[in-house]
């Protein structure tokens, strides 16, 4: 049997952004898992790294490896677009720059890890005590949480269940043999598509693959109707519930 933590996080506005992109700043609807990590990471005290050396300090590079998330969007999240005058280091004018920010975010976060990460997130949301600000994406982007909850659950087979959580996808770049197939349960049920740099630990080292991840939009549910592979991920079964969560 897991323990999985949950909590509810949303904000104002969110900058996820989009590492790939130089020229202007293109925001993503969700977070990756590493920007996951962060927010965990500020809530119990563990930094990326405060030197000029490694990216990673070991303390975070091991709550990644241990951790696996689940996630779940409660809102209809929206895009604004909107321009700055930068000025030029090379020529006496300015040019403008794109920019975009995320509008009322609001996701539910799952949790599986392992000790001492989980005794120490489960006092800081408990007594509501964060050692360092959580944020979504910039330091102009504040988030609140709130309904946290500790459960238990069981590992599942995703066919002919329910979901509404995001689903990792690795059919593109990492497993050519990974499928599913999924069906609206509601009219209307809508599902974005992105692609994130993901990380993850393989034979011991650190990974990065852009991996498609599906996203139900405003708990939309999906029936999975055939599932095959799932190397980074899997589901789980939460006691007295009917839907399915996916970790990654």
Same mark, same amino acid.
């Given at each position: 049997?897991?323990? &999985?933590?949950?909590?509810?996080? /949303?904000?104002? %506005?969110?900058?996820?952004?989009?590492? /790939?992109?130089?020229?202007?700043? *293109?925001?993503? +609807?969700?977070?990756?898992?590493?920007?996951?990590?962060?927010i965990l990471g500020a809530i119990i005290g563990v930094k990326r790294d405060n030197t000029l050396g490694d990216l990673y300090s070991a303390n975070y590079l091991q709550l990644l490896k241990v951790t696996k998330i689940g996630l779940q969007v409660n809102s209809t999240p929206k895009k604004i677009t909107f321009f *700055?005058?930068? @000025? /030029?280091?090379?020529?006496?004018?300015?040019?403008?720059?794109? /920019?975009?920010?995320?509008?009322?975010?609001? +996701?539910?976060? %799952?949790? &599986? *890890?392992?000790?001492?990460? +989980?005794?120490?997130?489960?006092?800081?949301?408990?007594?509501? @005590?964060?050692? +360092?600000?959580?944020?979504?994406?910039?330091?102009?982007?504040?988030a609140r949480i709130s309904e946290f909850k500790t459960f238990e659950a069981e590992d599942d087979l995703p066919e002919d269940r329910y979901t509404s959580s995001v689903i990792l996808d690795l059919s593109e770049t990492y497993d050519t043999q990974f499928s599913f197939e999924a069906a609206q349960v509601e009219t209307g049920a809508r599902i974005f598509v992105e692609r994130h740099l993901h990380h993850f630990f393989e034979n011991g080292t650190l990974q990065a693959r852009v991996l498609k991840h599906w996203i139900p939009i405003q708990s939309s549910r999906l029936h999975i109707e055939a599932y095959v592979g799932g190397k980074l991920s899997s589901f789980i079964q939460p006691r007295d519930k009917e839907d399915v969560i996916c970790i990654y």
């Open positions: 049997m897991l323990k &999985v933590i949950s909590f509810r996080i /949303s904000g104002d %506005f969110a900058a996820f952004r989009d590492p /790939s992109v130089t020229a202007n700043q *293109t925001v993503y +609807y969700i977070p990756s898992k590493s920007a996951v990590i962060g *700055t005058n930068h @000025r /030029s280091l090379k020529e006496a004018k300015t040019k403008p720059f794109k /920019s975009e920010i995320l509008e009322n975010p609001d +996701y539910t976060i %799952f949790v &599986v *890890t392992e000790q001492p990460f +989980y005794e120490k997130l489960t006092n800081c949301l408990q007594e509501n @005590r964060f050692e +360092y600000s959580p944020y979504f994406g910039h330091a102009y982007c504040p």
